[in-house]
């Protein structure tokens, strides 16, 4: 290409093209394997083939559909240079394909460049993500080896403070063990991890909202899930719909997700705060969203219901505004915060049982236990806690009621132990947990799978941005 000022407008129309037609290959590839995995319990049984189903719904198909929307993501900023590039040699009367020699134009120049950049933008992008995911491994390694340290510390500082007494011994190593190292720990990861893991990988990359646009919708793909039984539906829509909490391609900084599976049943989707790595003061300055720290989820931890929870009201006023029918059945998913909200949504009586049925709630990485007990009735409740999550942690040392909590009110509890990825804090954490096949896990999917949250429908992103 010596000799080449612009771009050829010709190749990068083939190139997006071609991206996008490998890209609904690709996507043809994965419904057809989605089909044979769903067949799959009539041609092999036994924990193998469990287990192949639930890699395929929590890693395999996942991985792949990320291929299919990187492939139309990078079609779509192919073609958008093209145009720019296209209407710059259109405004300096030049042709609208490249020229040789010396007399090109500026304006070509200036496409190519600017294409080139978002081609290095993206790819740095990508590296970057592959950085950060070697030093949160990293990470996780470190501060279970500085936890599991800290914590046999902890007990011999309990023996040497009670005396050795056997009638003191475990009130000092209870207290060291819920207030002790729970703090140690998040001080370790903040002063010693995460400088680590910034030092390796550089910072979180820029987060994904955009400015205004409150309660704006845009398709988000649609949910389809396989497996051969109830209880491997179930956990597939379980583990797909957490998923997307994570994934900021799906559910960005600024929005939540509904799923409608076409028999009278959503799915909403509730990622949690967006600033709890990046703390700041206010809402964020570019896309405004609901999901704040400081501003709504701190003022909502106090309450049980929708009154002191901006997102949970938000969330309310789009079913709304979208017309979901009065009685409709409703599965809530939240991470964090949004597990908070999705317990807020269940508590409250207008929402849930005059407006709206919510028959299942998965709360996780959330102390939920005080929210419990105002749960209303006929909601099947399933909490998720990691016992290395430090934010967890925290919830809990910060809560101190004044009274018992009157139980759980029929929830499932799990409190199990994790990995430390984000302080343990990390949705693949608890991903990993509901792949582990334990029978309590297996009767609540299978609960999912027959109410009908396993049937395939279209989702949705809603923008809860507090500014129109």
């Given amino acids: 290409m010596a000799g080449l000022v612009g771009a050829d407008l010709e190749r990068l129309g083939g190139l997006a093209s071609g991206m996008r037609r490998h890209g609904g290959e690709l996507e043809g590839v994965v419904g057809a394997a989605e089909g044979a995995v769903g067949q799959l319990g009539q041609l092999w049984e036994g924990p193998d083939a469990g287990q192949f189903a639930r890699h395929w719904s929590s890693r395999h198909r996942p991985a792949l559909l990320a291929a299919v929307r990187a492939l139309g993501a990078a079609a779509d900023t192919i073609e958008r240079n093209r145009r720019e590039q296209e209407r710059a040699s259109a405004s300096l009367d030049g042709p609208a394909t490249p020229s040789r020699g010396g007399g090109g134009n500026g304006g070509g120049v200036g496409g190519v460049f600017g294409w080139a950049g978002d081609g290095a933008r993206w790819l740095g992008g990508r590296v970057a993500d592959g950085g950060r995911w070697v030093a949160d491994q990293a990470d996780d390694v470190l501060l279970d080896a500085l936890f599991y340290r800290r914590e046999g510390f902890a007990s011999l500082e309990a023996l040497a403070l009670s005396g050795m007494s056997p009638l003191l011994y475990p009130v000092v190593a209870d207290v060291q063990n819920r207030y002790v190292t729970p ?211 925290a919830e809990q040392i910060g809560h101190r009621p004044t009274t018992p909590f009157p139980g759980t009110n029929g929830a499932v509890v799990d409190r199990f132990s994790g990995g430390w990825a984000g302080a343990g804090h990390a949705q693949s954490n608890y991903i990993e947990h509901l792949n582990s096949g334990e029978p309590g896990l297996d009767a609540y999917f299978a609960s999912v799978a027959a109410a009908g949250y396993a049937a395939s429908g279209p989702a949705t992103a809603v923008d809860v941005s507090v500014t129109s």
């Fill in 183 to 393: 703090l140690a720990v998040e001080q370790l990861d903040r002063f010693v991890a995460e400088p680590i893991v910034d030092a390796v990988a550089g910072p979180p990359g820029p987060r994904s909202g955009d400015p205004g646009g409150r309660l704006d919708t845009r398709p988000a793909g649609t949910f389809q899930v396989a497996g051969a039984s109830e209880r491997d539906r179930g956990r597939a829509a379980v583990i797909d719909a957490f998923a997307a909490t994570a994934d900021g391609t799906r559910i960005r900084s600024d929005e939540f997700q509904i799923i409608d599976h076409g028999n009278g049943n959503y799915t909403l989707v509730l990622p949690g705060v967006t600033d709890l790595t990046d703390p700041h003061a206010g809402f964020d300055t570019v896309d405004q969203s609901v999901r704040d720290t400081d501003q709504v989820a701190a003022v909502s931890a106090g309450s049980t219901g929708i009154d002191g929870n901006r997102y949970a009201q938000m969330v309310r006023e789009h079913l709304q505004r979208a017309a979901v029918p009065p009685g409709a059945n409703l599965m809530i998913i939240g991470h964090s915060f949004g597990a908070d909200t999705a317990l807020d949504l269940a508590s409250d009586s207008g929402f849930n049982g005059r407006d709206y049925h919510v028959s299942h709630v998965v709360a996780a990485a959330y102390y939920s236990q005080p929210q419990l007990p105002h749960v209303r009735p006929g909601t099947d409740v399933l909490v998720l806690q990691n016992n290395k999550d430090v934010p967890v942690m």
